[in-house]
Each structure stands twice: as structure tokens, then as C-alpha cells.
């Protein structure tokens, strides 16, 4: 079964440091783009963080750029979230995203985000 | 950076009607738009990407059209297990989403 599993989250205080894990299996975890995305508590989707298949390209939402820090360790199958200065507003769930290519008999390129974990919570508070 | 705007905001419709559902690129987007349900307390899930193609195991009342800069998520006749919330997205970019609810 393709599956994504992470863990890491819980309460926090405003300045400190967190850091998330998504499990990885049922697929070849390191031939997938992979995403961070996160819910805050009864708000819309956002869109945080992404990742190269080998890690060598990682691009960050504005709200989160040099504060929070992703990574993969393809040996383990492991997708990772460093979180640091966590603020008020970093409070949300945090899901781990699969990134699926497409291509039409055109050779048309488009994406879905077709797998998600279950997500991990991030409460910052004090 | 690409903007994506979602209308309405809420959708009150009756089972068994036809929902439709908007988005609007800030910017051509070519076919490069996927649509998400979510239901409370779930992971989103993939439905329509490449704005037109159902994803894995999306029944065919779901139906995606559009490219450029205006697309639409149709729900030819509406489940109970449909009303949820939808979201378009445009790669790091999600529209702020659509609650479909039972008239």
C-alpha cells in the first residue's frame, strides 16, 4: 500500500524548534518530487515547502523562508521538515505530499499532489 | 507570482443537481490546474489534474475543463458523500476554496 506517515508535530513555544518526518512505502520514495503542505485550524490549504528527487533543489513559501529547513534522506525513505523561530501563525496541520507527473499522448506535462499523509499537528503557543 | 481565485465561496446544492465550481488564474496557467476534495477531518484528495484528466478511481460525475486562465469543476449529479470542500491549485498556489453544502 502507498503510504505516507508523519509525526513530529505537538506543542511548541513561540521561538522554538520542531522537527517533522514522513514515512515513506509502498513506492519508490526517491524517484517523487515531495511537498510539505499545511492547514491552518479551520483555514485553506498552503503550500510550504518542496523538494528535488535527490534533494538538490528545495524551494519555501515567503511565510517560512529561512526559518524552516526540508530535507530527505532517500536511504530511509524519509521526508523531513526543520522547523525554527516557530511562530503564533505556524500553527496548523502539516501533511507530507506526493508529487505525481503526468504526461498526455501529447506530451503535455501537468502534476497532481496524488498522495497525502494523514497530517501532524503544530500547535505554537505559550 | 500566480494568484488563483475560487467562486463561490460556499455552494448550496441539492442532491442529484449539477455543481459547478471556479477558478481563475491571476496568469495563464496553461493546463497545469488540479482539483482537491476535502472532507473534515481528511487529508485532501487528488481528483482532476492537468485540468481535465480524473485522477485514480474519481467517479466520472466529476468532470474538469478550462486552460489558460478560467477553469470549472463539474459534479454532474450530485452524492451525499460529495458535499466536502474543494480546492483548485496551481502548483505552490491553492485557491482559498469552495464549501459545497446540501440545499
Known amino acids: 500500500e502507498v503510504q505516507l506517515v508523519e509525526s513530529g508535530g505537538g506543542l511548541v513555544q513561540p521561538g522554538g524548534s520542531l522537527r517533522l518526518s514522513c514515512a515513506a512505502s509502498?513506492?519508490?520514495?526517491?524517484?517523487?518530487?515531495m511537498h510539505w503542505v499545511r492547514q491552518a485550524p479551520g483555514k485553506g490549504l498552503e503550500w510550504v515547502s518542496h523538494?528535488?528527487?535527490?534533494?538538490?533543489?528545495?524551494r519555501y513559501a515567503d511565510s517560512v523562508k529561512g526559518r524552516f529547513t526540508i530535507s530527505r534522506d532517500n536511504a530511509k525513505n524519509t521526508l523531513y521538515l526543520q522547523m525554527n523561530s516557530l511562530r503564533a501563525e505556524d500553527t496548523a496541520v502539516y501533511y507530507c505530499?506526493?508529487?505525481?507527473?503526468?504526461?498526455?499522448?501529447?506530451?503535455?506535462?501537468?502534476?497532481?499532489?496524488?498522495?497525502w499523509g494523514q497530517g501532524t499537528m503544530v500547535t505554537v503557543s505559550s | 507570482e500566480i494568484v488563483v481565485t475560487q467562486s463561490p465561496a460556499t455552494l448550496s446544492v441539492s442532491p442529484g443537481e449539477r455543481a459547478t465550481l471556479s477558478c481563475r488564474a491571476s496568469q495563464s496557467v496553461s493546463n497545469k490546474l488540479a482539483w482537491y476534495q476535502q472532507k473534515p477531518g481528511q487529508a485532501p484528495r487528488l481528483l482532476i489534474y492537468?485540468?481535465?484528466t480524473r485522477a485514480t478511481g474519481i467517479p466520472a460525475r466529476f468532470s474538469g475543463s478550462g486552460s489558460g486562465t478560467e477553469f470549472t469543476l463539474t459534479i454532474s449529479s450530485l452524492q451525499s458523500e460529495d458535499f466536502a470542500v474543494y480546492y483548485c491549485q496551481q502548483y505552490n498556489t491553492f485557491g482559498q476554496g469552495t464549501r459545497l453544502e446540501i440545499k
Open positions: 523538494i528535488h528527487l535527490d534533494g538538490s533543489i528545495t
Open positions: 505530499v506526493r508529487q505525481e507527473d503526468y504526461y498526455d499522448s501529447d506530451g503535455l506535462y501537468s502534476y497532481g499532489f496524488d498522495i
Open positions: 492537468g485540468a481535465s
Open positions: 509502498g513506492f519508490t520514495f526517491r524517484t517523487y518530487w
